[in-house]
Structures are given as structure tokens and as C-alpha cells.
T-cell receptor, first 117, second 114 residues
Framework: GAVVSQHPSWVICKSGTSVKIECRSLDFQATTMFWYRQFPKQSLMLMATSNEGSKATYEQGVEKDKFLINHASLTLSTLTVTSAHPEDSSFYIC?????????????FGQGTRLTVV | AQKVTQAQTEISVVEKEDVTLDCVYETRDTTYYLFWYKQPPSGELVFLIRRNSFDEQNEISGRYSWNFQKSTSSFNFTITASQVVDSAVYFC???????????FGDGTTLTVKP
């Protein structure tokens, strides 16, 4: 089956630094990738939708300059948390939708647990 | 606007019991997709099932079964003869074909005790 790989699985960084999270589709082309944020014991909240070769579409309330998303190829999207602060600590999950299929199940990465100290 | 409601925040059962997780949705779309995912403690989401709005057939997969009723906007999930390994958070989600994105319910935490 389709696999989405997310890296790193966890990261601890100092306040004020930037962290990059990668999301790769390993065996299919993903024209669309989604980035979610999940706080403990809460649901997944969509942060942004990224389409290959174009700017990401951010959900209301998500700071574009803080959460930089790049989707430079059909198999890779990155989320960079800039100038991270403790309140950015969360579980970040990406998903990828297969090229040409409008609504297959979105394949999810393993998630990245970010802790900002 | 669309919404997914999982009214049961937490459910606890004893192994071998049957358990049903409820999911009610709201949408103005006529074409949409419904999903169930399992999130074990490791965090990754495991896809369980997808159902489109035109397919109201119930489905059974091993110990899992799903009941989709468009008339009541519900897509309930039943685990038969539950096992400890079924313990996880289960999410119901609605994919909006117009917007091209999903809305998740708040999740139901299922604990299966031995």
C-alpha cells in the first residue's frame, strides 16, 4: 500500500530556533499534501493544504510566516516552524493524496512530536 | 460548513464485548466521503474505511463493521469481540469534495480491558 514517511518522528529544540519537518510519499505522486496539528487528547486540526508547485493554502488563524510550507516536488512537502516557542509544542501530522484521485483516503505520515524548550 | 460529531469521548469495555462508536455528520454537499481512522498510542493514523455518499451498503471486515445511514447522517463503527489491541483513539472524518479537505471529529478513546 501507499506509504507516507514523515521525518523526524520527534524533535526537541530550543525556543527561538527553527525546525523543519519532512513529509514524503514513497510510492506514489502526491499533488496535494495536508499538514495537521494535534494537541494532546484533541482532534486533528488542518493547518494548510499544499499543492505541488504552488503556494500553500492556510486555514484561518494559522500564521503563514510562522509555519512555512514548501511542496517543491510530487513526493516531498516540508513544514518549517520558524522561531519556535513552547506553545508550538505539538504533534504534527502530514497526509498525502494520490495524484489523479480526488478523494482516496489520505495516507498519513507517522507524525512528528515537537517539543520546544 | 461541515461538522463531524463523535459524542462518545471515552468508552471502556471488557475484552470480548462488542462496542459501537458513533459518528454523526453535517454537510451541504451531495457528494462526500466518510472515513474512520485508528490512532494507537504511537500516534500514527491508520486508515480503516472509506465510504462515499452514494454507497450506503454496510461493510464488514473481520471484527469490524460499519453502518452508514444517510437518512440520519450517521456512520457508526462496531467492533465485535473486542480485544486489548483495539485500545486506541478512533476518528471519524468527512471529506468535502468541493473544498478538497477533511474535517475530523473529536475522536473516541476506546479502552479494552483484559
Amino acid at each position: 500500500g501507499a506509504v507516507v514517511s514523515q521525518h523526524p518522528s520527534w524533535v526537541i529544540c530550543k525556543s527561538g530556533t527553527s525546525v523543519k519537518i519532512e513529509c514524503r510519499s514513497l510510492d506514489f505522486q502526491a499533488t496535494t499534501m495536508f499538514w495537521y496539528r494535534q494537541f494532546p487528547k484533541q482532534s486533528l486540526m488542518l493547518m494548510a493544504t499544499s499543492n505541488e508547485g504552488s503556494k500553500a493554502t492556510y486555514e484561518q488563524g494559522v500564521e503563514k510566516d510562522k509555519f512555512l510550507i514548501n511542496h517543491a516536488s510530487l513526493t516531498l512537502s516540508t513544514l518549517t516552524v520558524t522561531s519556535a516557542h513552547p506553545e508550538d509544542s505539538s504533534f504534527y501530522i502530514c497526509s498525502a493524496r494520490n495524484r489523479g484521485e480526488l478523494a482516496t483516503e489520505a495516507f498519513f505520515g507517522q507524525g512528528t512530536r515537537l517539543t520546544v524548550v | 460548513a461541515q461538522k463531524v460529531t463523535q459524542a462518545q469521548t471515552e468508552i471502556s469495555v471488557v475484552e470480548k464485548e462488542d462496542v459501537t462508536l458513533d459518528c454523526v455528520y453535517e454537510t451541504r454537499d451531495t457528494t462526500y466521503y466518510l472515513f474512520w481512522y485508528k490512532q494507537p498510542p504511537s500516534g500514527e493514523l491508520v486508515f480503516l474505511i472509506r465510504r462515499n455518499s452514494f454507497d450506503e451498503q454496510n461493510e464488514i471486515s473481520g471484527r469490524y463493521s460499519w453502518n452508514f445511514q444517510k437518512s440520519t447522517s450517521s456512520f457508526n463503527f462496531t467492533i465485535t469481540a473486542s480485544q486489548v489491541v483495539d485500545s486506541a483513539v478512533y476518528f471519524c472524518a468527512l471529506f468535502n469534495t468541493n473544498a478538497g479537505k477533511s474535517t475530523f471529529g473529536d475522536g473516541t478513546t476506546l479502552t479494552v480491558k483484559p
